[in-house]
């Protein structure tokens, strides 16, 4: 049955666009760009405090040789690792962390009757979190690991709730450009912010404060440009919802794992689609790794200065939205798969031609970060709605589901491997090459998912163009 446009309809949408508006700076300018950037400067100084302090047992490689101080210790727990690789394993880190909130913030949102405020108890915790890396100075990262990781709690906890919603507020024809939009405005939103925030950056002098303030002050922004537009998007969403009946006696702790596995173990009788759910597993963690670690590629491996890097960020940014029109233009013609394989194939392109940029030459970074952003919205716009195509009839919430936490719960590899590469051969260029790996297998395991087949086993009818 079609449902009517109503007023108040839209009215709500644009309240949830506004959401992804909110919160995409966090994204944009705290991981992808002033987190990358400041963390490693600040490990750096506490490495460097070490070194002088320890003489060369605190900055020496595997040969014993004198090294850089993005290759000197610095410790957490007892643990030793290079400053540089910081980054990665942070990213690692916080990461893991989401698996394990994911499932427990989709558990209570469904089983509350005021999910809204749910989503905004996760945002504001993700916003107060970001604003407090305002305090990040001297050589205490040890603060940013901590707040980092509670932003990313917020973070990835609203992001389950505010997903949930396109359920709520539109009919399944109506879900395609809905979320469309909403994926739009994040990208503009962040954009925005981050436009701003590279203005405010690159005129630090004028506004008579250093460059590692008005690093401190953009984390700072980013919490607030969170926190104030999801005031609007909060109050507008839907104020009641019907919750799910919790079984008796089962804990919203362990509720939200213990539905995580019964939608694993009935997905089973659907092994395509489980099967294409894997292949986007590998390459998304490929392509969340990339854009995160770009930043700290050309500062520390090419030498780019900060205000460089955030221009090559701001333009993947822009870039991302028209990336996405120009595939869903291609998968037109030839076919939403045919797409994505073309697509993994231009990221190796683009990762090699990374390896090889001389340092000192921006031209070259901004021409990577043009290919990045060309195909990153495409990617990952078209992955899902394939997916989505290949769900059984009624269960959308529940596969996605699953396709939002197998996206968390592996998105640490990338990192991760980045950050070892970079720490046993001393060079950024050897770990980005090493993230090829996530998109050869990536189409590999495409190319042998029967699409058509697995769109037909799931009860659906699959679209002229495969």
């Keep these: 049955m079609t449902v009517a446009v109503t007023r108040e309809r839209k009215r709500v949408w644009r309240a949830w666009y506004l959401y992804d508006w909110a919160n995409s700076p966090f994204y944009s300018s705290v991981i992808t760009v002033f987190g990358a950037l400041y963390l ?274 701001l333009v993947i940014q822009f870039l991302a939205y028209a990336g996405a029109m120009i595939h869903g233009a291609i998968a037109a013609r030839i076919g939403a798969k045919k797409t994505i394989l073309g697509s993994l194939v231009a990221w190796v392109v683009v990762l090699c031609f990374a390896f090889f940029i001389e340092a000192g030459q921006p031209v070259q970074f901004y021409a990577v970060a043009v290919g990045i952003g060309l195909v990153l919205g495409g990617t990952n716009a078209l992955s899902r709605s394939l997916f989505g195509q290949m769900i059984p009839d009624g269960k959308d919430a529940q596969y996605f589901s699953l396709y939002v936490v197998g996206e968390r719960g592996t998105s640490w590899l990338g990192p991760l491997l980045f950050a070892a590469v970079g720490q046993i051969t001393g060079s950024f260029r050897w770990a980005i090459i090493a993230l090829v790996i996530f998109f050869v297998l990536g189409f590999v395991f495409v190319w042998l998912v029967p699409v058509r087949r697995a769109i037909e086993a799931a009860g659906n009818r699959p679209p002229a163009v495969l």
């Excluded at 000197?72 to 690789?85: E, K, R, T, Y």
């Excluded at 980092?148 to 024809?173: C, K, M, R, T």
């Design 40 to 313: 490693s400067d600040i490990a750096s100084a506490d490495a460097k405090t070490n070194f002088t302090l320890n003489g060369d047992r605190a900055c020496t490689d595997s040969s014993g040789a004198s090294s850089t101080l993005q290759n000197c210790d610095v410790s957490l727990f007892g643990l030793h690792f290079p400053a540089g690789s910081l980054w990665g394993y942070l990213l690692s880190v916080a990461t893991v962390t989401q698996v394990l909130v994911l499932p427990i913030a989709g558990a209570i949102a469904d089983r509350s009757r005021h999910k809204r405020r749910i989503l905004g108890g996760f945002a504001f915790l993700g916003a107060l979190a970001s604003a407090l890396m305002f305090f990040i100075a001297g050589t205490n990262w040890e603060v940013g690991v901590w707040t980092f990781i509670l932003a990313n709690i917020g973070y990835g906890g609203a992001l389950v709730v505010y997903y949930s919603f396109l359920v709520d507020i539109a009919e399944p024809d109506e879900r395609d450009a809905v979320s469309s939009k909403g994926w739009a405005f994040g990208y503009l939103g962040g954009g925005l912010a981050l436009a701003l925030q590279l203005g405010f950056f690159m005129g630090h002098d004028f506004f008579g404060v250093s460059e590692h303030l008005a690093i401190q002050i953009c984390f700072l922004t980013s919490g607030i440009w969170w926190a104030v537009f999801t005031v609007p998007a909060v109050r507008a969403l839907p104020q009641t919802h019907v919750p799910k009946s919790a079984e008796r006696g089962l804990s919203v702790l362990t509720a939200g794992f213990k539905e995580l596995k019964r939608t694993i173990k009935e997905a089973r009788a659907y092994p395509l689609t489980l099967a294409f759910l894997g292949s986007y597993l590998v390459f998304t963690d490929g392509i969340t790794t990339v854009v995160a670690v770009s930043a700290q590629y050309g500062k520390d491996e090419l030498k780019y200065s900060t205000q460089v890097l955030i221009v090559t960020i």
